[in-house]
């Protein structure tokens, strides 16, 4: 038999897959890790935890799994977008990593929005949002300068990890479309970005696709995990890139909404001369030369995991959502908008946070759990509208991440974005993305579209209700009225915020 591994450094926790040729997840193991939020609108994570985490689940998936190494042709990468490594000239760590939900940095966007203008969007294909990476880059060379000093190259998340588990150092497209330092159609590191904040070139690393052979595993790492010199590593890619291709959006037509920490819309995009004018995240797919758009709800899975740990702490997610398919559409004029770190799409708004609109004393703990799951799906219908009104027609949405694991969450994915919704056999989708890259760079499969088809199976789809899809557009209406309504009280309660 030949396997290849996929792995997911997700904002949770690290999974891995370890995949047969017939697409079959022989076994899987995760390995989670802390989040430090040192400060409201922080987040930072400590690399190493990674590194020890990713280490520790390679480990399992051998052990457990007793596949021998030499039948492990491949392993390739997904992981968490944006998120700011610093290294020194030796590659040390130069600081905790600042996440893509860390929100710190406005005035750094609105920097980067004043000297650039026009030429932002035009380059990098985005906006200035304050989870991407050179307003990271820049708040260190404000804030920190003994670290700025110290900084010789930036990487990504997954991209350390690569690195300590091979050595080699780079950054592959679809990640690094998410600093807002690419030059997304030309594939290269934009001279005008990084000479426009006196960043040198060097600080960038070398740019490859992500089912590039970029190695084999360092003596270390094969003692460690049992793995050995047949595994050869693929670059890998962004987090939603992989979900993408682990749930076969690979060509045009094809929408998907993974939850996970954060909750994302995305489509195959092949009009790429086409101007969003920053609406919508316009990134570099892990295909060759494709794209995809997206929409991102910045706390989707994030808020349901907030509510359960705040005020459900000792119920698992099954228990805590076991109720709510007894309560009816609008949680009995209950309302919640899941901006609990912030916002991005459609509102990039560091400063606005969450509400539970409507509380009733009839309301018990289901009304409350059915309302933010309503909340989360709510805000990514508003990424869906965006991609309809760009002219996309979305009938069909594969659902995948953690979000996908509730069949009452799925039902209403399906009313709320009046669209099918199909759950795969594997919900792991940049798990199994990650696979899928190295399985293609293995030469298994002539392309990624031809793994999709012998890797991908639908395990069940949910058609929307009409009654309420039509109930739930008449809420929706009202849940887009709470943004406004609660943005300047949000702005005004920053000053009060620890
Ligand atoms: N059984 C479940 N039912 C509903 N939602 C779940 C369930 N399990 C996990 N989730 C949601 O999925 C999120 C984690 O998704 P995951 O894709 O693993 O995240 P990430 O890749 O960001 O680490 C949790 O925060 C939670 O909101
Ligand atoms: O910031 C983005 C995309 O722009 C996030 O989607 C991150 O990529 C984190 O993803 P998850 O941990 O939620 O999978």
Known sequence: MSYVIGVDLGTSAVKTVLVNKQGQ????????????QPKPGYSEQNPEDW??????????????????????????????????????????????????????????CRRIEQKLGG?????????????????????????????????????????????????????????????????????????????????????????????????????????????????????????????????????????????????????YEERKDLDFEGKVHFFN???????????????????????????????????????VDEITAGADGLLFTPYIVGERTPHPDADIRGSFIGMDASHR??????AVLEGITFSLRESIDILRESGKQITEVISIGGGARNETWLQMQADIFNARVVRLENEQGPAMGAAMLAAYGSGWFDSLADCAAAFLRTSKSYEPDPDRAEQYNQLFVIYQEIYNQTADLNRRLAAFRG
Request: proline share 4%.
């Open 285 to 323: 797919h892990g295909e060759k030369d494709a794209f995809y758009i997206m929409g991102v709800t910045l706390a989707a899975g994030y808020s349901l995991e907030w509510f359960r740990s705040t005020f459900g702490k000792e119920l698992s997610f099954e228990a805590l959502l076991s109720g």
């Open 25 to 36: 997840v022989a076994f899987e193991t995760s390995e989670s890790y802390p989040l430090s």
């Open 119 to 267: 030429e932002l969007l035009q380059i990098a294909r985005n906006r200035a949002l304050e989870g991407f990476t050179l307003p990271k880059i820049l708040w260190v060379q404000e804030h920190e300068p003994d670290n700025w000093s110290r900084a010789a190259l930036f990487l990504l998340p997954k991209d350390y990890v690569r690195y300590r588990l091979t050595g080699d150092l780079a950054m592959d497209y679809s990640d690094a479309a998410g600093t807002l330092l690419l030059d997304i159609t030309a594939k290269s590191w934009s001279e005008t970005i990084a000479t426009a904040f006196d960043l040198p070139l060097s600080l960038c690393p070398r740019l490859v696709e992500s089912f590039d052979d970029v190695g084999g595993l360092l003596p270390e790492v094969r003692e460690r995990t049992g793995l050995g010199e047949t595994t050869r590593v693929y670059a890998g890619g962004a987090d939603n890139a992989c979900g993408a291709i682990g749930a076969g959006i690979l060509s045009e037509g094809q929408t998907m909404c993974s939850i996970g920490t954060s909750g994302v819309v995305l489509s």
């Open 365 to 370: 703990l289901p009304h409350f759990a059915r």
């Open 51 to 108: 590194v020890e985490q990713t280490l520790v689940s390679l480990g399992r998936l051998l052990e457990v799994s007793g596949v021998p190494a030499e039948e492990i042709q491949g392993m390739s990468f997904s992981g968490q977008m944006h998120g700011l490594v610093l290294l020194d000239q030796d590659h040390q760590v130069v600081r905790p990593a600042i996440l893509w939900n860390d929100t710190r940095t406005t005035s750094q």
